[in-house]
């Protein structure tokens, strides 16, 4: 079975910059897609970004200009680093992945999933 940990979080200032990474492990796939979601407290999952196999980037209309996606696929790592965080950023971040080529932005479209990772960005 696929197994997805993301790691990276943890508590950070109003305008400060993390790196969350994803570690893929299991089940080799020829291609993946993987992408990036939130979810805060009394709030649905949403989407923040996601890569496809040829490096395709799609983003949130939120974190465009401030986050970036990025993959090595040698390593089986995908990272979201985050700059200029605010407070409403705060969540737990998941890190998913599916079996295709195209980048997806809907929880449904995602197999596997990671266990998350805190994010607390301060006033």
């Known amino acids: 079975q696929v197994q997805l940990v993301e790691s990276g979080g943890g508590l950070v200032q109003a305008g400060?910059?993390?790196?969350?990474?994803?570690?893929?492990?299991?089940?080799?796939?020829?291609?993946?897609?993987?992408?990036?979601?939130?979810?805060a407290p009394g709030k649905e999952r949403e989407f923040v970004a996601a890569i496809g196999w040829s490096s395709r980037t799609y983003y949130a209309d939120s974190v465009k200009g401030r986050f970036t996606i990025s993959r090595d696929n040698a390593k089986n790592m995908v990272y979201l680093q985050m700059n200029s965080l605010k407070p409403e950023d705060t969540a737990?971040?998941?890190?998913?992945?599916?079996?295709?080529?195209?980048?997806?932005?809907?929880?449904?479209?995602?197999?596997?999933?990671?266990?998350?990772?805190?994010?607390?960005?301060?006033s």
């Open 16 to 39: 400060g910059s993390l790196r969350l990474s994803c570690a893929m492990s299991g089940r080799t796939f020829s291609s993946y897609a993987v992408g990036w979601f939130r979810q």
């Open 92 to 122: 737990v971040y998941y890190c998913a992945l599916d079996p295709t080529i195209a980048p997806k932005r809907e929880v449904y479209e995602y197999d596997y999933w990671g266990q998350g990772t805190q994010v607390t960005v301060s």
